[in-house]
Nanobody, 130 residues
């Protein structure tokens, strides 16, 4: 099974950018669709976006984040990235990456209680504040 470790979180000013990384070990990440999610204490986990396995030619984003957040993958480095631009205070959350062989499972992970995502990372805190 793959293990995931997120990094790159921190404090950033509103309007700034941040790139999160999700490093995989144990298995090649190209075998998995990869997703980014976020969660604020006291609220449900929210989907950020998903990228297909292998080449990652297809992506899916939460409507509210389209245009500001971009997921990419470097299979040679066994790493997936989340580029976040024009950050807002409401983007403050713990960001998690997740892996599942099925793209659709990640897309519906926060809405279909019957879906169990195969692997989650431990999360990295992002704080957007002046």
């Amino acid at each position: 099974q793959v293990q995931l470790v997120e990094s790159g979180g921190g404090l950033v000013q509103p309007g700034g950018s941040l790139r999160l990384s999700c490093a995989a070990s144990g298995r090649t990440v190209s075998d998995y669709a990869m997703g980014w999610f976020r969660q604020v204490p006291g609220k449900e986990r929210e989907l950020v976006g998903v990228i297909k396995r292998r080449s990652g030619a297809s992506t899916y984003y939460a409507d509210s984040l389209k245009g500001r957040f971009t997921i990419s993958r470097d299979n040679a480095k066994n790493t997936v990235y989340l580029q976040m631009n024009s950050l807002k205070p409401e983007d403050t959350a713990v960001y998690y990456c997740a892996a599942d062989p099925t793209f659709h499972n990640l897309v519906v992970a926060t809405t279909d209680k019957d879906i169990s995502v195969e692997v989650w990372g431990q999360g990295t805190q992002v704080t957007v504040s002046s």
